[in-house]
């Protein structure tokens, strides 16, 4: 590699760095307003979640779409588990309907509406700008939020399309086929940047300017949803033994699906395929990532008494 491929390869990396700061901003802005407008509201809406699995199911599913963060769902469930509002064996359900709460967001990207981000920008920072209001300060910064997401996959695509030309970055991205590597990259990009959501994010840029296959993308996919587990349990680390368990939960619920996921890549990438038609790339992935979570909830769904019971057993109250 000479100098002026040594200078465009940085030029395309910091491009790269600067659009994922934009998503992140974004995500981060997006998801701080929704939780000033709605909050209380959905510590209610928590508080209210029964033992009936597919009502907790729901819940989580309905406040991780208005979230956008899975992450954000269970940090808030743990804080509310560790205060004694909700039973761990409560928080099970919640937490698998998190993980199809995320697929929202992938469904939105595929659409590659990164051209139309000026519109939430413009009418977020009017809002944000013009109203005085606390509420309608955050309902501004949400909106403007949502247009960063927008922009910054938008300018993560066109910083991208040069890569076509490397030879190096082609290479490295046939071996991301190789469905444990791919998980793996997966994985450790979602645990650098604390963000399952931007990681898919650059995979459906990546896949809109023709760089990813079918089937790196959904090993890349399955390795997001491990890299989101850290943070998760990290905050339980240090909380009851009942909020202990709910971060155990997690992490063991994500291996095990994503284990599965990866032995059964070549039929689930099939399923795809059918499912999707002649879907573009994109729209493919952010499908693949919806049957994937669903298939991990109706796989642990029968199981949620008997996990609950194992868990008491293995991390027990304190006497």
């Known amino acids: 590699m000479n100098n002026s491929e040594n200078i465009n390869l940085l030029l395309i990396a910091l491009n790269l760095i600067a659009g994922l700061v934009i998503f992140i901003f974004g995500v981060s802005n997006m998801s701080e307003g929704l939780k000033g407008v709605g909050t209380e509201r959905m510590k209610v809406l928590l508080g209210k979640t029964t033992n009936n699995i597919f009502v907790a199911i729901l819940v989580g599913i309905i406040i991780t779409t208005l979230l956008q963060s899975s992450s954000a769902t269970i940090i808030m469930l743990i804080a509310?588990?560790?205060?004694?509002?909700?039973?761990s064996r409560q928080s099970l359900g919640v937490i698998l309907g998190s993980n199809i709460g995320t697929t929202i967001i992938s469904q939105i990207i595929?659409?590659?509406?990164?051209e139309y981000a000026a519109v939430p920008l413009i009418i977020g920072l009017i809002i944000f700008l013009t109203f005085k209001t606390e509420k309608a300060k955050h309902i501004g910064k949400s909106i403007l939020g949502m247009g960063l997401i927008f922009f910054g996959l938008q300018y993560i695509g066109q910083s991208a399309e040069p890569l076509k030309n490397?030879?190096?970055?082609?290479?490295?991205?046939?071996?991301?086929?190789?469905?444990?590597?791919?998980?793996?990259?997966?994985?450790?990009?979602?645990?650098i940047i604390q963000a399952s959501s931007a990681t898919i994010g650059i995979t459906l840029s990546l896949a809109n300017q023709?760089?990813?296959?079918?089937?790196?993308?959904?090993?890349?996919?399955?390795?997001?949803?491990?890299?989101?587990?850290f943070d998760t349990l990290m905050a339980s680390v240090g909380r009851s033994r009942e909020a202990l368990r709910a971060g155990v939960f997690h992490l063991f619920f994500n291996m095990v699906s994503v284990?599965?996921?990866?032995?059964?890549?070549?039929p689930l990438v099939k399923l795809i395929l059918f499912i999707s038609g002649e879907a573009p790339l994109a729209r493919q992935i952010a499908n693949g990532h919806v049957i994937f979570n669903i298939f991990g909830v109706l796989l642990f769904v029968g199981f949620v008494p008997l996990i609950s019971k194992v868990l008491l057993k293995i991390i027990p109250d304190k006497k």
Not at 216 to 222: F, K, N, Q, S
């Open 80 to 87: 509310m588990v560790n205060a004694q509002l909700l039973t």
């Open 110 to 114: 595929a659409y590659n509406i990164g």
């Open 259 to 266: 284990f599965a996921g990866i032995i059964l890549i070549n």
């Open 210 to 229: 023709g760089l990813i296959t079918l089937p790196g993308a959904i090993a890349v996919m399955l390795g997001a949803e491990i890299g989101t587990c």
């Open 166 to 191: 490397l030879q190096s970055f082609t290479t490295m991205m046939t071996q991301i086929q190789n469905p444990y590597w791919g998980a793996f990259v997966g994985a450790i990009t979602t645990l």
